[in-house]
């Protein structure tokens, strides 16, 4: 029989200015970026934790805490490659990954097949086996007023 988990990810990162923007390992031209200890990759940093929790493991600050001087402005990249490791040293591997940004500006639609082609890459999965969605929050709440941006990730794992 097959061992199956699923897992659930959030995160959101604050607008600020001189930063880059990086959205699923993809830097997007656009006036701000992520205010963060790392690169502010809010969509990576969601799938962290929906790989993390799916294997029963801990959060993603517990591995990369946020007062560690190794992960300031870390490509976040990094961070999910050494979450692959973890879970895949467990036995597992991932099935298929689905997320959702939240966010009214930039537009992501451009951006979208390069970040699923990014991510299946990270996850050594076929592209087919990864969605990426992008919606506004219809003006509501901090991501409807353009204060940030927000990421959820639904991951299975299979052993
Ligand atoms: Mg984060």
Redesign the pocket.
């Known amino acids: 029989m097959t061992d199956f988990r699923v897992g659930f990810g959030y ?1 959101s ?1 604050r607008f600020a200015p001189d930063r880059p923007l990086v959205i699923g390992g993809v830097v997007i031209p656009y006036e701000l970026g992520l205010s ?1 200890h ?1 690169d ?1 990759d ?1 969509l990576l ?1 969601a799938v962290c934790d929906a790989l993390l929790g799916a294997a029963g493991l801990r959060d ?1 600050g517990t591995y990369f805490p946020d007062n560690d001087p190794t992960w300031k402005n870390v490509d976040s990249t990094k961070l999910l490659t050494k979450v692959v490791e973890l879970i895949t040293e467990r036995g597992w591997r991932v099935n298929n990954l689905d997320c959702t940004l939240i966010l009214e500006k930039p537009k992501m639609k451009p951006y979208v097949d390069a970040i699923v082609n990014r991510l299946s890459e990270l996850l050594m999965i076929e592209s087919e086996r990864v969605a990426v969605k992008a919606k506004t929050n219809e003006k509501m709440g901090f991501t409807g007023a353009g204060e940030g941006i927000a990421a959820i990730a639904a991951v299975s794992l299979v052993r």
Do not use: C, F, T
């Open positions: 995160d990162h963060a790392s502010g809010v940093h993603i």
